[in-house]
């Protein structure tokens, strides 16, 4: 049996939970006891267990309410119980109630590892089902080797499929609108609108009017009626990005979005029903801001019913070196390159740089030294500064190197994109064929072995 299983014992007879301590202890399980119902309960609050082994007849709550208050749990544990000869009726409605198994006192001890072997063994495949669930769900919209991030994708899979408002925070740059696409890609909503709303992007007045919708004439400039963005997502998603920004005259709003499900347009006096789920993301700490008013404490309580927390790339930095395979790869493809390897010398300067932009701010590295570098391989020197050892740094790029290869991109795909057909490539480009043969001339690409022939 793994030695990281948890048990937890209820049993009113001090002697019963002796013994199965003793026996389940021998096995390498971690064993904690309560004495009845109710204390299991509370002891799961504080101590979460894989294996609940319970008594059927206890005083006060018994076996088969504890069952039924356990099964109804997310991540609920397994929960065997132990009857009494005579009560085998009593067992089959239990394990029709959701138990997984039971054993009769007295029990012998082959028989009562026996059924423990099973139930964990059930824990165990339920969790690498949930954790590869979770990876799959996640992976489509992030990239990640490190437990940390395996552990974000459980909760993003449990999450999901359940419509509750979900509050995503992290730093900036650590993907947390890629998040919100997982939850909704994986939700009973993936197939309706989804709608994003960045709160710090607009002025308070113009905030709410595109979140809540305006009557024709509510303000100068509102030529006719619009229905607003929670309008627009009637039977989806919406992601409120930088919520913390949202002013103070739109957080009451939306608070009475997320408790009656309803919103009023501006210059409206009636009231809209609609039904639409709430992501949430912020890079701020939303209970300081409760703290200093900024922030109203009712709605956070409203917005924090699941929190996920996207851990910054400083705590992951297993996620480095794949995060770099996958950008190298993207941005050989769109400058035209080919296929580029990662030197275990770019391995070990990212991961020596701290990376306060997160996994933005790597992207935009790799963004811009792929771009930069000659067709023949990487120059490690236009790494920025921070993610090249002192004295190893190169001159920046310019502004004209930024644009030449800005360029040459665009002239690489133009070219994939006319298979090769020069004359097209140019129509597209919207040049003409020679000052097109210019160009490849100038990055290198006329001789054609870039690309398709040069027709």
Known sequence: MSPLARVLVVDDDPGVRYTLREILESEGLAVDEAADGAAALARLETTPADLVV???RMPGMDGMELLRRVAGRPGAPRVVLVTAHGSERQAVEAMKAGAYDY???????????????????????????????????????????SEAMRRLAVLVARVAPRDVT???TGESGTGKERVAEAIVRASRRADRPFVRFNCAALTPELAEAELFGHAKGAFTGAVRARPGLFGEADGGTILLDEVGELAPSAQGKLLRVLQEGEVRPVGEERTRKVDVRVLAATHRDLPELVRTGRFREDLYYRLDVVQLRVPPLRDRPEDIP??????????????????????????????????????????????????LSPPEGLDLSLLPGGAVPAGDVGAAPSLKQRVEAFERGLV????????GNRSEAARRLGMSRVTLHDKLRKYGLAGGGEEPGGR
């Open 54 to 56: 319970t008594d059927l």
């Open 103 to 145: 054993f009769k006192k007295p029990f012998e001890t082959d028989e009562l590892l026996a059924v423990v072997r099973r139930a964990l063994e059930a824990v165990r495949l339920t969790h690498d089902n949930e954790r590869l669930q979770g990876e799959l769900v996640l992976s489509r919209s992030m990239v990640f080797a």
């Open 166 to 168: 979900v509050l995503i």
């Open 322 to 371: 794949v995060l770099a395979r996958h950008f190298l790869q993207r941005f050989a493809e769109r400058f035209g390159l080919a296929s580029l390897a990662v030197p275990d010398a770019l391995v070990d300067r990212l991961a020596a740089h701290a990376w306060p932009g997160n996994v933005r701010e790597l992207e935009n590295a790799i963004e811009g030294l792929v771009a």
């Open 412 to 419: 690489v795909e133009a070219l994939r994109a006319a298979e």
